[in-house]
Structures are given as structure tokens and as C-alpha cells.
């Protein structure tokens, strides 16, 4: 996400991100969920966010977690 070797690119980030997150890799889960939650490559949208964020705790991911209960905060 922060261009390491390559130019940054959110919207390129946010597609793998997904795809990973889609074939049930946890972390990706949560920071797609993140990216979600700030428009970050893609359009805000806290309900999706929520989504992979609370599934991404559901499979044991502490980020996830976290980030679960920091919407739960909001």
C-alpha cells in the first residue's frame, strides 16, 4: 500500500488487497476493511468495512479485532 520498490498505487492495492481478502486471507480481510473504512483506493463504505473487518475476527486475525472494536467505538 505504501509503493515499497514501486510507485504507490491505493487503487492497485485495494484490488489485491480484496482478492486476497475474498480467498480467505484473514489480514487481508482487515486491511481491505481498513481501506474501506478510509477511502483509501476505494469509495468509503462503513458497512462493507465492517464486513471484512468483523470477518477477519471471526478467523482469528488480532488486527481485525481491533479494528472491530474501534467501529464499535466510533
Known amino acids: ?3 515499497d ?5 491505493p487503487k492497485s492495492a485495494a484490488y489485491y488487497y480484496k ?3 475474498d480467498s480467505g486471507h484473514a489480514l487481508s480481510m482487515a486491511l481491505y476493511g481498513e481501506m474501506l473504512l478510509n ?3 476505494v469509495d468509503v ?3 462493507k468495512a465492517f464486513e471484512y473487518l468483523k470477518k477477519s ?3 482469528g486475525c488480532d ?3 481491533c479494528g472491530v472494536g474501534h467501529m464499535y467505538r466510533r
Open 57 to 59: 475476527a471471526d478467523n
Open 19 to 21: 482478492w486476497a481478502a
Open 39 to 41: 477511502g483509501q483506493g
Open 5 to 9: 520498490g514501486v510507485p504507490a498505487d
Open 45 to 47: 463504505n462503513q458497512n
Open 1 to 3: 500500500m505504501n509503493g
Open 63 to 65: 488486527y481485525g479485532m
